[in-house]
């Protein structure tokens, strides 16, 4: 699950994914929502691009007991994950709890201009991943809320340049679930890619994320491979895999600035003027080679 003077695609995003999956290998990684109440397993993850970089050791773990921001796994050195959003005047970003879980929540207001997307996220910083590292974050949510059907909201995932506060002139690599107008759903990476990509969901997935009586958990993951310039989005819905492979824009092998902030967050666009947004994020996990 900020930022309104960057390239467009950041632009929509940058406020989207701040403040706003597939192989065997990758499945291990994401988590089912019995793992996300269980605790932290420590499996180590295969593979992460187009070619295997040897194994992803697990490197961090929050999962939010009584709203809790703490590591319960720690060692990037991290420390507790950090709310952040892109300091729009009137949003309201808020970070609340509840029993292993914390609701992160938006609001846009009326007049704002359309370059200007606010957004609300929590963030593990600071992290240290430059050329050579390979890390996959992922993140277990449930009960999105926000404007239907006229769409207008996404659920990202967010690997950044930057600290907590999520500046519009930061580096970026996200995925989301967007929600456009006509209540079309989509799994997307928005900016990142050297061509932005998306895919649409089917109406049975989308029934089950948006359900008001029963929403189903789902898991996004981001592996950002710095070894071989690559990048994957995966979404897990119930025992369905959804996934978007890409080739990385900023975060190279060969270069680009170190990412020192990700996370999950939620973020409401142009097409919700008014409207709050929120989602419960019940776990944070992030897989690395190196640092761990």
């Keep these: 699950m900020s930022g309104s003077t960057t390239k467009e695609t950041q632009k929509i995003f940058s406020r989207v ?5 597939g192989t065997a290998g990758l499945v291990a990684a994401l988590g089912t929502a019995s793992d996300a109440q269980s605790g932290w397993h420590p499996e180590i993850i295969r593979g992460a691009g187009q070619a295997n970089p040897g194994p992803l050791h697990p490197a ?9 921001l703490d590591g319960s796994v720690d060692h990037l050195g991290a420390g507790p994950m950090v709310p952040g959003d892109p300091l729009i005047p009137d949003s309201n970003p808020t970070v609340s709890a509840l029993p292993g879980a914390v609701v992160v929540s938006i609001y846009r207001p009326f007049g704002l201009s359309p370059d200007l997307i606010p957004s609300e996220s929590i963030w ?3 992290v240290h991943f430059g050329p050579g590292s390979v890390v996959r974050i992922s993140a277990t949510y449930r009960a999105p809320v926000g404007p239907l059907p006229g769409g207008g909201f996404a659920i990202g995932l967010v690997g950044r340049t930057g600290a907590k506060d999520d ?6 690599v996200a995925t989301t679930i ?3 107008p006509g209540f079309l759903v989509r799994l997307n990476v928005p900016f990142g890619s050297t061509t932005p990509t998306n895919m649409v969901l089917p109406q049975a997935v989308k029934d089950a994320i948006f359900s008001t009586s029963d929403p189903q958990p789902f898991t996004l993951s981001l592996t950002i491979d710095r070894i071989h310039g690559t990048g994957k989005s995966v979404l897990k819905v119930g025992d369905k895999l959804f996934s978007l492979s890409f080739v990385l824009a900023d975060f ?4 680009g600035p170190i990412i020192t902030a990700v996370g999950p967050g939620i973020a409401v666009n142009s097409n919700g003027p008014g409207q709050t947004a929120s989602v419960h994020v019940r776990a944070f996990r992030i897989y690395t080679n190196v640092g761990g």
Excluded: M
């Design 17 to 21: 994914g701040v403040c706003l999956l």
């Design 124 to 126: 593990a910083t600071p």
């Design 178 to 180: 967007n929600v456009r």
């Design 252 to 255: 190279r092998a060969d270069g």
């Design 167 to 172: 500046l519009p002139n930061e580096t970026r």
């Design 60 to 68: 961090y773990q929050a999962s939010f007991p009584n709203g809790s």
